[in-house]
């Protein structure tokens, strides 16, 4: 079973771009992890402080695999809001059938 994590979170609008930069290393490590199908972390084109997160994994396994060695993020900034989600997919298809 597949595993998406998806969502945002809010930080202040000028710390956005940092933000996302400083996670630049966890997208590309994990993009070369066996496992993943796809990492996103990117600035919302129309909310200044909204960065969005996408995540897709061939599995639960590889994504807790993944979360152990993960590095750490070379910038942060503190997280005002946002909701991110795990989901499980059992069934995947074109999507406009």
Same mark, same amino acid.
């Given at each position: 079973m597949?595993?998406?994590?998806a969502?945002k979170?809010?930080?202040? $609008?000028?710390?956005?771009?940092?933000?996302?930069?400083?996670?630049? /290393?966890?997208?590309?490590?994990?993009?070369?992890?066996p496992?993943?199908?796809? /990492? /996103?972390?990117?600035?919302?084109?129309?909310? $200044?402080?909204?960065?969005?997160?996408? =995540?897709?994994w =061939?599995?639960? =396994?590889?994504?807790?695999?993944?979360?152990?060695?993960s590095p750490r $993020?070379?910038?942060?900034?503190?997280?005002?809001d946002g =909701?991110?989600?795990?989901?499980?997919?059992?069934c995947?298809? $074109?999507p406009?059938?």
């Amino acid at each position: 079973m597949t595993v998406i994590v998806a969502g945002k979170v809010y930080v202040d $609008p000028e710390e956005r771009d940092r933000y996302v930069a400083g996670h630049q /290393v966890i997208v590309e490590k994990a993009r070369a992890h066996p496992g993943c199908l796809d /990492v /996103v972390i990117s600035a919302d084109t129309i909310e $200044p402080g909204r960065v969005n997160i996408f =995540e897709y994994w =061939e599995s639960e =396994e590889v994504l807790n695999a993944w979360r152990a060695i993960s590095p750490r $993020p070379t910038y942060s900034a503190e997280i005002r809001d946002g =909701e991110i989600f795990k989901h499980r997919v059992s069934c995947s298809g $074109p999507p406009f059938d």
